[in-house]
């Protein structure tokens, strides 16, 4: 009898055995399916707006046309002022910052406060532009590595005073654009706004005329 009982001990603890085991199999299934269902929406896929050679390059990589758009729209929003540069470009500021390197962030509130005491805000309208035929072309775009890039935005910059224009500049902006993944929700680019790779170089119109011939 007592050799009955340990047989039925003895299976019933190979049952159990046998579910946890099945238990923990379930688990594990479960969480791999979701991992599966739930990648796409972590895996950030750039595509080109050609897409002749977009099955032809690592998904990781990033084209040129993609930072090129990312550093061309940033800079225009930060440099929109529409009545009051005094209080547009600051709260332009705060509001890109998602966009934007902490070193940036410094530089462009520094840039705030030097405008802001040489007079150049209050009032002030502001908008940049792409001067016609200087728009993306693959030499605007420099790779420096795969997380870095410095893009040559060739602009026309306007200003208003009070509705009268006081400047018209054309101008080539080096912007430095790194990768940037911290905050993808607000920042869907996964690239930050790393302010100038070196100075601003103005363009002479005449200079200007002759190379678009």
Not at 11 to 33: D, P
Request: glycine share 6%.
């Amino acid at each position: 009898m007592s050799r009955l009982k340990g047989i039925v001990h003895q299976k019933n603890r190979e049952i159990m055995t046998g579910r946890i085991a099945i238990g923990a199999l379930a688990v594990i299934c479960l969480v791999q399916c979701a991992i599966i269902f739930t990648a796409p929406n972590r895996l950030m896929i750039y595509s080109p707006p050609n897409g002749q050679a977009g099955s032809l390059r690592p998904w990781w990589e990033i084209p040129k046309p993609n930072v090129y758009a990312f550093a061309y729209q940033t800079f225009q929003q930060l440099n929109r002022w529409m009545e009051n540069g005094e209080e547009e470009y600051k709260a332009n500021i705060e509001k890109n910052k998602a966009f934007l390197t902490p070193s940036c962030q410094e530089f462009l509130k520094e840039d705030y406060y030097d405008r802001l005491s040489n007079g150049e805000l209050r009032d002030r309208a502001r908008g940049v532009y792409e001067i016609v035929g200087r728009g993306f072309k693959d030499s605007s775009v420099i790779v420096h590595s795969p997380d870095s890039w410095t893009v040559n935005l060739d602009l026309s910059v306007d200003e208003y005073f009070k509705d009268e224009p006081v400047k018209r500049v054309l101008t080539r902006f080096p912007i430095s654009v790194v990768r940037m993944e911290s905050d993808l929700q607000n920042n869907p680019w996964g690239l930050g706004f790393n302010c100038y790779s070196s100075i601003p170089l103005r363009l002479e119109a005449k200079e200007f005329k002759e190379g678009n011939q």
